[in-house]
């Protein structure tokens, strides 16, 4: 006997009615229309936001945005972009208030309520604000806010609200703000790091520019003097130095002026002052004093400027005199020039007593005198080469130069016709000190050269 399978039937709702199955699939339809829709317009409005992110140049046009996409994303009714400035003050970046106004106050009044909200503000805690300002905006408001970070430091805060009675703050939306609040970081940083970057840029032409107008104070080329041969270099550590030389004619060239001054310090300033120095000086010497007296008269012109400054000038000032073959000199502290004689082969020190440019009111300064001979070789030097140091510390001091500079003025013999025995001598001192401190390594200071040398 064959049993026939039993058919079960759907489970009948009670209180059902025909058709209301189909009501229900109709509503979910619906409301699945409704949630993609709303999807699709959320995703909308976050790439127009990555848009204007990545277009707007102006930061005040990208900010306007920000509290339109916050109460967009969220379905709040609008929304307000507070800004913390570096100085602790709050100031209402910008605002979205609906076309009809809100909570009985048009636009431009709701604006002014909460630019009064702000400054009734005491405490600079985020609780203290968002309390201030929703309390300003009356009451039955519903207000939320989010901190605007950039690199973990509050940069401004952002809210939306709304008097909607079913207004509920849900995991979404807050996720939704704290995202609109991020590309607002994003842009403000930015906008921070653009202006950093055009400073940077204006300061490099600056830099430029002070590099080019220090090049072209130098001299462009040595002087022909009767009876001597020259050769100078300067090489400075940044793009603007402090370290100075110059030839003076003096009497239409009966004597010339040699001179080499290191401005304590490095970069802008310290070109400042050596261009400052430069004018002064050439004044001084036009004056037709010995040495001494120029500069001890340098020294009271520039005494008020350097000393507020902080910054100080040693200087060696020497003239020579082509026709007696004369090299009277001072010093003001510098390194004391270095003179080889041809005929014992022997390194004198030229010094004098003086002080610092810029440090004593009314400093005296000694002066002397030697007569050079044929084939005599004087070094003019700033201490960065004796101050040179190599990947050990080491530094390469007086004794190395003494030494360099004996054997430089010795042996070296120009290797071509377009090349003097003393741009001989000056090439060799700077590729020993060169090799002492290491090919590929930069020197820490402006070294300064001028080798000077009576023609046998």
Avoid at 30 to 47: G, H, Y
Avoid at 84 to 94: A, C, I, N, W
Avoid at 120 to 139: F, H, K, Q, T, W
Avoid at 260 to 284: H, N, Q, S, Y
């Amino acid at each position: 006997m064959s049993v026939s399978p039993i058919r079960r039937q759907p489970p009948q709702v009670k209180g059902s009615v025909p058709g209301s199955t189909i009501l229900v699939v109709d509503d979910l339809k619906e409301l699945v229309t409704r949630l993609n829709q709303e999807q699709a317009k959320i995703q909308e409005l976050l790439s127009f936001l990555g848009f204007a992110l990545r277009s707007f140049t102006n930061l005040n046009q990208f900010l306007e945005l920000i509290p339109l996409i916050a109460s967009r994303v969220t379905d709040a009714d609008g929304g307000a972009l507070i800004r913390f400035k570096s100085s602790g003050q709050m100031l209402l970046e910008s605002l979205h208030c609906p076309d009809s106004g809100f909570n009985g106050m048009k636009c431009r009044q709701l604006r002014s309520v909460i630019e009064r909200a702000i400054q009734e503000v005491i405490s600079g805690s985020n609780a203290a604000l968002d309390d201030m300002v929703r309390s300003y905006l009356g009451p039955g408001v519903k207000l939320f806010g989010t901190s605007v970070l950039v690199k973990n430091v509050v940069q401004g805060r952002l809210y939306v609200f709304s008097r909607n009675p079913e207004y509920a703050w849900s995991e979404q939306r807050q996720k939704l703000m704290r995202l609109v609040a991020d590309q607002t970081a994003v842009g403000i940083e930015n906008n921070n790091l653009t202006a950093e970057l055009l400073k940077k840029e204006r300061q490099d032409r600056e830099l430029e520019i002070g590099a080019e107008i220090q090049h072209q104070l130098l001299p462009r080329s040595c002087p022909v003097i009767e009876g001597v041969e020259l050769a100078a270099k300067c090489l400075t550590a940044n793009r603007v130095g402090g370290d100075y030389y110059d030839f003076i004619p003096i009497n239409k060239g009966e004597k010339w002026g040699v001179v080499i001054g290191d401005v304590m310090g490095k970069g802008v300033p310290a070109g400042l002052i050596m261009t400052m120095t430069r004018g002064m000086l050439r004044a001084e010497v036009l004056n037709g004093h010995t040495p001494g007296k120029i500069l001890e008269h340098l020294n009271q012109v520039m005494y008020e400027d350097l000393e507020r400054s902080h910054r100080f000038v040693t200087m060696f000032y020497s003239e020579f005199n082509p026709r007696t073959k004369i090299l009277s000199f001072s010093n003001a502290a510098h390194t004391p020039a270095l003179w080889w004689r041809s005929q014992t082969n022997t390194i004198h020190a030229l010094d004098t007593m003086g002080a610092i440019i810029g440090l004593e009111v009314g400093a005296k300064y000694e002066e002397s005198e030697v007569k050079l001979q044929a084939g005599d070789v004087v070094l003019y030097y700033t201490d960065g080469f004796t101050e040179a140091a190599n990947p050990n510390g080491d530094r390469f001091d007086e004794e190395n130069l003494y030494q360099v500079l004996k054997w430089a003025c010795k042996h070296c013999v120009p290797k071509s016709p377009d090349i003097s025995r003393p741009q001989a001598i000056l090439n060799y001192i700077f590729e020993q000190v060169q090799d002492f401190v290491g090919k590929d390594n930069h020197h820490s200071d402006d070294i300064t050269l001028i080798v000077l040398e009576v023609k046998p």
